[in-house]
């Protein structure tokens, strides 16, 4: 029993105290922590990669990926490009007509000068030179064409300074300078650039490229020369055959095919169809060069490709020549002719100056006229190719 004055009972005191827990219901609210309520946020899942976003990114991938190719392949080329131009000639820049605007937009002609004659691989340094063929390239950018204008090495022409000749003398007497300005007198066509291609190294080129195509007019069996077997057997050899139509063809092919001059099957063929087999070879190699498959090739081979040539043309003038030919829709093939004194040179026709405004546009391409003869001046269109029948 409680004592006196004490009551029967503990009273103790409301609150919170330590170690105790508090009973249900009892511990006071508070209000709630806006960095508690941040971390309660449920974020939303990530979504998958749907096609559409793997497409799209696989697309910005190839776009990267073929730019740093173009890059890596033009500092190749640019390297090769550097040593062609060390290889031209001092002074033949003096003589040539500055390009009027860039190449992708305004009308230029490059003179093309193919010789088998070289010194240590070097074209345009040997001082006996002939230029086995003689072609100019005109390119015509706002109307999306390229022609190629062939000059017979048998046109009589006055070379500056040394009188009446061949016009591929010129090239033997004051080498790739004078030739130029021998072209420019008789043609009355400024040349803004030269091109001069080792025709021996122009294998190399072609093979590195993987061949070319070319469509061969007409049956041809040539004569006996370079002959590919041993000397007992060259005997029964009865020459380099090419079968008609399109075919495709090795350096070495392409550079025996460019050589011929005499078809056993055909005797009117002459030096004027290595002229358009020439063209042929040329034009098919400018194709392979601009194609696609020259491009994913140009960070390994880019340099290697310059070797054949020398040149005054840059890293970007090439780059603008292989877009102009991608672009052309059109190729004009042309030539310069003459009638055949038989004195071994070809009398220049007077027609050649209506080839010349075919080439420069301002008159329709019209073929040889027969009444100039075998050898007669004029122009095709497309992939027509001349021949002597």
């Excluded at 009972?9 to 806006?34: H, I, N, S, T």
């Excluded at 590195?208 to 000397?231: H, K, Q, T, W």
């Amino acid at each position: 029993m409680a004592a006196s004055g004490e009551k029967p009972y503990r009273v103790y005191k409301g609150g919170r105290q330590k170690g105790k827990v508090p009973l249900p219901g009892r511990e006071r609210k508070r209000a709630p922590d806006p960095q508690s309520q941040r971390r309660d946020v449920r974020r939303r899942p990530r979504r998958e990669w749907s096609r559409k976003r793997i497409a799209w990114w696989t697309i910005v991938g190839l776009i990267l990926l073929l730019i740093v190719w173009a890059v890596a392949g033009y500092f190749s080329v640019r390297g090769g490009v550097a040593d062609a131009n060390k290889r031209l000639p001092v002074g033949v820049t003096s003589v040539l007509h500055k390009q009027n605007g860039l190449m992708i937009s305004n009308s230029s002609n490059i003179l093309l000068i193919g010789t088998d004659h070289s010194e240590n691989g070097q074209p345009g340094r040997s001082s006996d030179q002939h230029s086995d063929s003689l072609m100019l390239l005109h390119t015509d950018p706002k109307s999306h064409r390229l022609v190629f204008l062939s000059l017979p090495r048998d046109l009589r022409a006055t070379i500056p300074g040394y009188g009446t000749s061949k016009i591929n003398a010129a090239m033997q007497i004051g080498g790739p300078k004078l030739a130029i300005q021998t072209v420019e007198q008789f043609t009355g066509l400024a040349v803004n650039h030269v091109v001069i291609v080792d025709f021996g190294s122009f294998v190399s080129l072609i093979d590195a490229v993987g061949g070319i195509d070319v469509n061969v007019p007409e049956p041809i069996l040539s004569n006996r020369f370079d002959c590919p077997y041993p000397a007992s057997r060259c005997s029964s050899w009865q020459g380099w055959r090419f079968h008609k139509g399109n075919t495709h063809m090795s350096g070495h092919m392409a550079l025996i095919y460019s050589r011929i001059r005499e078809n056993r099957l055909n005797p009117s063929d002459s030096d004027i169809s290595r002229g358009v087999h020439q063209q042929q070879v040329m034009q098919a190699t400018l194709s392979k060069l601009a194609s696609v498959g020259t491009f994913f090739r140009l960070p390994f081979s880019g340099g290697s490709l310059m070797k054949p040539l020398s040149t005054d043309l840059s890293t970007n003038d090439f780059v603008q020549l292989a877009w102009i030919k991608f672009r052309a829709g059109t190729n004009l093939h042309c030539r310069l002719g003459g009638r055949d004194l038989g004195d071994g040179y070809l009398q220049p026709s007077e027609n050649n100056i209506q080839v010349i405004q075919e080439v420069l546009g301002n008159s329709a391409p019209q073929p040889p006229n027969p009444a100039d003869g075998p050898f007669g001046p004029g122009c095709l269109s497309g992939n027509a190719a001349f021949s002597q029948k």
